[in-house]
């Protein structure tokens, strides 16, 4: 088990710089996940702690130690790939055993070792099968077991989850969730699915374009979302973000005029903002309900709605051309082409500041909130 702790690291390939002075700190047994679109650096920063590429500037420390300079095999670490790059001619045991040959540990260590980690990922019947009799959540499973029988000091995982079905990759996050806690090491897990982080981890890491933009607890970026691009990328389906223009601003509240003409004052800070100036109101798809028109914050003509059973997805088209996304329960009867008002609580509106380059979330004081998420 070790800290992982991250100092300005970065990485250029060349000229070009995809990893830009990232500061992190990873403490002994946390689960951990990278998560982020498609580019952001989420692989790269992993084989860099895996140190599968080599640092251009930084500190990298595992338990204490620098380890810029040390190659993969001496940092402590085990590494699990998306693809699960198993030898289709040896069989399980030997898949699990084969990195424990190649440093020279007795046989009888060998054994002990792959049987141990056999009985905590349920493969003992399945010791002396190939990779092509197993399915791919078997397959999966022995990859585990693989970096299992190392002991290592961090466990890393590549997308382990991204070539199984979605039932599998169900089952597979709850395995992954009880293997952490029986384990108790440090693990670091990227993914592109926000569901699994969410799900998953004790700490999230955002990732945009190699940079940081937020590091907290699966609820802490759900309520409180440093910028845009972390509330709309945190949450199923995305936030729904509309244009606002401000009327009126104090340090406890903001007044807003939505494109609906309808005028909001919500319980944020709006010091260093003026009136006239340009925001963006944010809105999540759960947090809406269907309401009178009359006395809505603004409406819209339904074009699909999405049956799931206990919910339904309604996709409404708004005066602004945007479409706007509400979670209501399943057995709300809504027509497509209807014409419908969306009211939200104030309470439950974020103010994003469009002019600045982060897009901010402004502040809001919600002490309630924070001292329920506290005793959890």
């Known amino acids: 088990m070790a800290d992982v702790v991250l100092?300005?690291?970065?990485?250029?390939?060349?000229p070009i710089e995809t990893i830009h002075g990232v500061d992190l700190n990873i403490r002994d047994g946390e689960f951990c996940v990278f998560v982020g679109p498609s580019g952001c650096g989420k692989s790269t920063l992993l084989r860099l702690i895996a140190g599968l590429e080599d640092i251009s500037d930084g500190e990298l420390r595992i338990d204490g130690d620098i380890v810029n300079d040390t190659?993969?095999?001496?940092?402590?670490?085990?590494?699990?790939f998306q693809s699960y790059a198993l030898y289709p001619h040896m069989s399980v045991f030997e898949n699990m055993a084969f990195g424990l040959d190649l440093a020279k540990h007795s046989k009888d260590e060998q054994n002990a070792?792959?049987?141990?980690?056999?009985?905590?990922?349920?493969?003992?019947?399945?010791?002396?099968?190939?990779?092509?009799?197993?399915?791919?959540?078997?397959?999966?499973?022995?990859?585990?077991?693989?970096?299992?029988?190392?002991?290592?000091?961090?466990?890393?995982?590549?997308?382990?989850?991204?070539n199984l079905d979605a039932a599998l990759r169900v089952q597979m996050r709850i395995e992954l969730a009880k293997l952490h806690e029986k384990l108790n090491t440090t693990m670091i897990y990227v993914t592109h699915d926000q569901v699994e982080a969410m799900t998953m981890a004790d700490k999230i890491v955002v990732l945009r374009a190699g940079t940081v933009e937020q590091v907290g607890t699966p609820l802490e970026l759900y309520h409180?979302?440093?910028?845009?691009?972390?509330?709309?990328f945190i949450g199923s389906p995305k936030m729904n973000f509309i244009p606002a223009k401000i009327t009126q601003v104090s340090q406890q509240s903001v007044t807003v005029q939505l494109?609906?003409?309808?005028?909001?004052?919500?319980?944020?800070d709006g010091s260093g903002l003026a009136t006239a100036d340009r925001v963006t109101v944010g809105i999540r798809p759960e947090h809406c309900s269907i309401a009178d028109q009359d006395t809505a914050l603004f409406t819209g003509t339904v074009e699909v709605v999405e049956h799931l059973g206990e919910a339904g997805l309604v996709y409404i088209r708004t005066g602004s051309d945007e479409l706007f996304v509400a979670r209501v329960?399943?057995?709300?009867?809504i027509k497509t082409g209807e014409t419908v008002g969306i009211q939200a609580a104030?309470?439950?509106?974020?103010?994003?500041?469009?002019?600045?380059?982060?897009?901010?979330?402004?502040?809001?004081?919600n002490a309630p909130l924070k001292a329920q998420m506290a005793l959890n």
């Open 71 to 80: 190659v993969p095999k001496d940092r402590g670490v085990a590494m699990v």
């Open 113 to 162: 070792r792959v049987m141990a980690a056999a009985k905590t990922l349920q493969l003992e019947e399945l010791l002396d099968r190939k990779p092509k009799e197993l399915s791919g959540g078997q397959r999966q499973r022995v990859a585990i077991g693989r970096a299992i029988v190392r002991k290592p000091r961090v466990f890393l995982f590549d997308e382990p989850l991204s």
């Open 259 to 268: 494109e609906s003409r309808k005028e909001v004052s919500l319980p944020v």
């Open 7 to 14: 100092k300005q690291v970065r990485k250029r390939f060349g």
């Open 224 to 232: 409180y979302p440093a910028n845009m691009f972390v509330a709309g």
């Open 346 to 365: 104030e309470q439950d509106c974020y103010v994003f500041d469009t002019a600045d380059k982060t897009k901010r979330r402004l502040a809001v004081d």
């Open 329 to 333: 329960a399943g057995d709300t009867a």
